[in-house]
């Protein structure tokens, strides 16, 4: 019985693999690559950026914990207010988003949680929580997104980043236009990440 259980398992893991598909670039302009591919469930896609900055994990760190600053680099933000900081490696925020006439503003609450920064590759996790708190009327809460980082420090003070996102905006927008517009929004954010960092360094 445990073997029927085990090869049904991998075959329910192969078929999701299988149905994700293979990361296909979509844009590679000032060393930042920018893929994506369809996810397991659903019609979205998932995006993966990976690049390399002239950065220190540290930096980096700093940067994504600088909460309150966050509309000076990422991408039609709006808002975002430190709701708690469980400790000095997690920090659960709130965020707005404005997106063009007529989509709807979307919000969420989401737990950024940074791993132990002397490890040799860093990893950072920011998962939204849809009900930490209720609903705001004027917005769509954004009922599921997840943002993974994979960083490493090479010798030469060069940051590598391999980054992944997935997310549920919520709503009424058609899949189609997620899916066609959605390598835009974390591209314009990771030549605005590059900047703050060089700002950072010079500082």
């Known amino acids: 019985m445990k073997k029927v259980c085990l090869v049904l398992l991998f075959s329910i893991t192969l078929c999701r693999v299988m149905a994700q598909g293979s990361w296909q670039l979509k844009k590679n302009e000032n060393g ?11 019609n979205l896609k998932e ?3 990976v690049c390399e900055f002239d950065a220190t994990k540290a930096q980096l760190i700093t940067t994504l914990q600088d909460i309150d600053h966050y509309k000076d680099w990422v991408y039609s933000s709006k808002k975002t207010e430190i709701l708690k900081t469980p400790s000095a490696q997690k920090t659960i925020y709130y965020t707005q988003s404005n997106l063009p006439w007529p989509i709807k503003d979307r919000d969420l609450v989401v737990e950024l949680d940074i791993g132990p920064p002397e490890a ?9 929580l849809p009900a930490y708190l209720p609903k705001n009327d004027k917005f769509v809460r954004v009922p599921y997104s997840l943002a993974t980082w994979k960083i490493t420090q090479a010798p030469d003070r060069k940051l590598k ?38 700002q950072g360094k010079r500082n």
């Open 120 to 128: 040799d590759v860093l990893y950072i996790q920011a998962k939204s």
């Open 32 to 42: 930042i690559f920018v893929y994506t591919r369809t996810a397991a469930n659903g």
């Open 161 to 198: 980043i391999d980054y992944t996102f997935s997310v549920d905006p919520g709503g009424s927008i058609p899949s189609w236009l997620v899916n066609a517009t959605m390598s835009i929004g974390p591209y314009n954010s990771f030549v605005k990440l590059k900047e703050v960092l060089k």
């Open 47 to 49: 995006l993966r950026v």
